[in-house]
């Protein structure tokens, strides 16, 4: 009795301060930083439930599509989700941001503009990533083709982060995109809060250096570069959280490859603020059961946020996961399931001392986006079961924010494990061992 009704009190609290703080961001106007491993907002704790839509610029290039970025946005918002991640880069190719080097279109450049303006009005931060590591929307292998058609001598891809042309070419993209004044809100996007962060790379690998030396060293230059510019906002790298030789006995971890990235001394530069990860065991684990992927995602997550908060002692992300309906076997409820599975497991990390800050799933569409379809999309109009799902854990994290930001003498101890209980009774998923398989079984994703 004594412990079921003290569950339904803190049901209730955690509840009522969800539902009574559906304007989490203020109409941005103040930026999120960090303190030690957490992130703070006005100084308070930030835990959040996020999202990816990476299209938002691309979409809003075209005046007559702009309202898609707006009903996500809303709908986002409305479920109670706060941060965004999107790409502010389009190299070369159709509808390209950046046309050659240092050439930019205004017309997609004012899409971003919309993008910021739009998440700014619904109370959505963003995360927005410079480059792309795959050749989707151009990404570094565009910036070796420039090179080579200026006449620079480039031996591969992976000369993007040791050659000196490229690593000009992308420091003046980083310029370019941090000092955009933006035509809608009047804000210079170094001046602006509704930017959250930003991010060196989506999913940075380098097949010449699987030790992460290489990439160590362009993010070390990079993300001093930013910072001489920009020293407002945080800035991550876009890693998956591969593990290099910094830590050996990690390496077990891996999926049992190494991409080039080490998570341990990639992430201790001291310009980076938060560190991330991305999780497709569906992708890495290929052609292993149901069971032994989903062990997987566990070890990959707890080994990664112990690791942020003992080693790093930075905030951690997962900035990656979702499931596809291109599963063989694919059902609703396996996603739903396989989702609430990996927001309970995000929640009990982020109430045992808020090092994980929150989860970013992959990915909201708006209605009417079927070209751009990877398996992945779930649109919220269409969807309202994964709806539901997403909104408790938006309000989950939201309530958690708010118990963290009470007095200290607030017995936090006590709490927590009623908490933790009466989260897990309330979100727990129909299957712990959803199927999941997908992205196309293709690294390459936009």
């Not at 927590?416 to 009466?422: E, S």
Request: proline fraction near 4%; charged fraction near 20%; glycine fraction near 8%.
């Amino acid at each position: 009795m004594d412990y079921i009704c003290r569950a339904s009190c803190i049901l209730g609290i955690l509840l009522f301060l969800a539902l009574s703080s559906e304007a989490r961001v203020p109409k941005n106007g103040a930026f999120v930083r960090t303190n030690g491993a957490h992130f703070v907002l006005n100084g308070s704790p930030f835990l959040f439930n996020g999202f990816n839509s990476y299209w938002l610029m691309d979409v809003a290039s075209d005046p007559s599509q702009r309202f898609k970025v707006t009903q996500v946005l809303g709908d986002a918002a409305a479920a109670g989700l706060s941060v965004c991640r999107t790409w502010a880069f389009s190299d070369g190719g159709g509808r390209a941001l950046q046309i050659s080097p240092g050439t930019y279109d205004e017309r997609v450049f004012q899409g971003l503009d919309f993008a910021i303006s739009e998440a700014r009005k619904y109370g959505v931060r963003l995360i927005l990533s410079f480059v792309n590591n795959y050749n989707d929307y151009g990404g570094r292998a565009q910036y070796v083709q420039w090179a080579r058609n200026a006449g620079v001598q480039i031996s591969n891809d992976d000369d993007f982060f040791t050659n000196s042309v490229l690593q000009g070419y992308y420091k003046n993209h980083i310029q370019k995109v941090i000092t955009r004044f933006n035509t809608i809100t009047r804000v210079a996007y170094k001046d602006d809060p509704t930017i959250m962060a930003w991010e060196l790379m989506n999913e940075p690998r380098c097949q010449v250096d699987y030790s992460g030396r290489t990439i160590n060293g362009w993010v070390q230059e990079m993300a001093t570069y930013v910072k001489s510019i920009d020293q407002k906002h945080l800035l991550e790298i876009g890693m998956e959280g591969f593990y290099g030789d910094t830590m050996p006995e990690r390496k077990q971890i891996n999926p049992g490859y190494q991409v080039g990235t080490d998570f341990i001394s990639n992430n201790l530069i001291k310009e980076i603020d938060f560190a991330t990860i991305h999780a497709y065991p569906d992708i890495w684990l290929s052609g292993q059961n149901d069971d032994a992927q989903m062990a997987f995602m566990q070890r990959w997550m707890s080994s990664h946020w112990e690791d942020s908060r003992r080693v790093l002692k930075k905030p951690l992300v997962i900035a990656e996961f979702g499931k596809s309906s291109r599963d063989p076997g694919y059902n609703l409820n396996a996603r739903d399931s396989f989702m609430s599975t990996i927001y309970t497991s995000i929640y009990n990390y982020a109430i045992s001392g808020a090092t994980l800050g929150g989860g970013l799933v992959w990915q909201l569409m708006a209605e009417g986006m079927n070209s751009y379809y990877d398996g992945y999309e779930i649109v919220l109009s269409e969807d309202p079961s994964t709806g539901g799902v997403i909104s408790r854990q938006s309000h989950a994290m939201t309530a958690l924010s708010h118990l963290f930001s009470g007095p200290r003498s607030h017995p936090m101890s006590h709490a927590h494990g009623v908490i933790d209980d009466a989260r897990e009774t309330l979100n727990k998923p129909h299957h712990h061992h959803a199927q999941y398989k997908g992205k196309d079984g293709n690294e390459s994703h936009p």
